[in-house]
């Protein structure tokens, strides 16, 4: 079955570090999304790419992040500066039609 | 009840019990709602789903149940198992947009 593949797994990072999050979605999927969770915390909304740009942020997406699909197959998530508030597990999600969208099993990230 | 922060409200069952989880939603326009599951350490796996246009969906095992009157979902698992044993997510999607997740409930299915 086709599935979402992040990496890194896990990735500790200096305060104040550059760090890209990969993710490679479904093949045949239009939609793309990068999600985040604190530890014990629900999932919350990043952003969704459409057609080679965004088209939906939230407000936790403010200048240090940035995303991209670099080629037909990756798509990455930046962040520019690190803070230890940025330490969560990052999803990445893909969709074919924009309703039912399949995990990729995340990225945790750790800012020391 | 509510969960804050870190804790998450809990159901335990026994093993071959029924579990009924409870989400209530937020937006009354949402008209698309799933179901996700969330073992430790791994992302969201999606379970079942359910349009507006319905009020009840069955899978395997699972029932989702869609009251738009008092903006309840719930879903019901038969026979559980302990690999039922997981965090349990509702998310809301209206029309396309993007989804919004609930605080989650876990489960933990009792030997």
């Known amino acids: 079955e086709p599935e979402v593949t992040q990496t890194p797994s896990h990735q500790v990072t200096q305060m104040g570090q550059e760090v890209i999050l990969r993710c490679v979605p479904i093949?045949?999927?239009?939609?793309f999304y990068w999600y985040r969770q604190i530890l014990g915390q629900k999932v919350e909304f990043l952003v969704s790419?459409?057609?080679?740009?965004?088209?939906?942020k939230s407000e936790i997406f403010d200048d240090q992040f940035s995303v991209e699909r670099p080629d037909g197959s990756n798509f990455t998530l930046k962040i520019r500066s690190t803070k230890l508030e940025d330490s969560a597990m990052y999803f990445c999600?893909?969709?074919?039609?924009?309703?039912?969208?399949?995990f990729g099993e995340g990225s945790w990230l750790t800012v020391v | 009840g509510e969960s804050v922060g870190l804790h998450l409200p809990t159901l335990s069952v026994q093993e071959g019990d029924n579990s009924i989880i409870n989400c209530a939603y937020s937006?009354?326009?949402?008209?698309?709602f799933i179901w996700y599951k969330q073992e430790s350490g791994k992302g969201p796996q999606f379970i079942i789903d359910?349009?507006?246009?319905?009020d009840k969906r069955q899978g395997q095992r699972v029932t989702v149940l869609l009251n738009k009157t008092v903006k309840h979902l719930s879903l019901q698992i038969a026979a559980t198992q302990p690999g039922d044993s997981a965090v349990y997510f509702c998310?809301?999607?209206?029309?396309?947009?993007?989804?919004?997740f609930g605080p989650g409930t876990r489960l933990s299915v009792l030997p």
């Open positions: 999600a893909s969709s074919f039609d924009r309703y039912t969208i399949y």
């Open positions: 093949s045949n999927h239009l939609y």
């Open positions: 790419f459409y057609n080679n740009e965004i088209s939906e």
């Open positions: 937006n009354s326009a949402s008209d698309y």
């Open positions: 359910i349009r507006s246009n319905m």
């Open positions: 998310a809301e999607n209206n029309y396309g947009q993007n989804f919004v």
